[in-house]
């Protein structure tokens, strides 16, 4: 069954991949196939979200007209790499995701590498707890040539108040779906970031924010680019 249910997922974030449609409507898309293929699933994952929704979780990490934390983190070739130098002269577009093994995440990294060439002068990087080997997968499979950060134990994502602790009943079911959460981390620990996007200026500042403990829902790529165009 765990096969068979990644399988489809596979094929369903494809075919999102190829609508000509906002992200929310392909995330939707995924949505709506992973309640189809396991009611049981998505009801744990309604009611996940549904406990960090009423935790208020992400609501102390850093809002707009705050000045983001610096951080310095490998890449997904184990270069280190400096928020402060990447902010240098120009806006940072900060994607936080949980791993390349997430469906809603693959599909987002693949939006946010479609207006990469959009983005450009500008910086662009993806934040997620997952081993280098598990970067490079994603980065590849989504084309992208911004660089992957590996925030190991999510220590980053912590200091940010922007990490949660996933408990064992929606632990098991992600383990049960055939994906290996704490390989892919490098530890034991089941904590996983909450999807976020920052939009930082070059003095550090953060002028646009996304952030929700529905992981189903993440920032349109447009509004990423609508804050850009103001630089």
Known sequence: MAGRLVAALDAAVADARERDVPLSERLRLVAGRVRELSPVYAEAVDAFVGRLDRARAGAGAPQVGDVM?????????????????????????????????????????????????????????????????????????????????????????????????????MASLIAGAGWNIPEYQGGSAWIMPIPAVFVVDSDGVIIARHVDPDYRRRMELADILDTLAEF
């Open 69 to 169: 934390p610096d951080f310095l983190l490998p890449d997904q070739d184990g270069r280190m790499v400096a928020l402060a130098a990447l902010r240098r002269d120009r806006p940072v577009v900060l994607v936080f995701h949980r791993g390349h093994w997430c469906p809603y995440c693959r599909l987002t990294i693949a939006g946010v590498a479609g207006i990469e060439a959009q983005v450009a002068p500008h910086a662009l990087v993806a934040i997620s707890p997952e081993r280098q080997q598990f970067t490079r997968t994603l980065r590849a499979d989504a084309k992208a040539g911004f660089p992957f950060l590996s925030d190991i134990d999510c220590g980053y994502a912590l200091s940010l108040n922007l990490a949660v602790w996933v408990d064992d009943a």
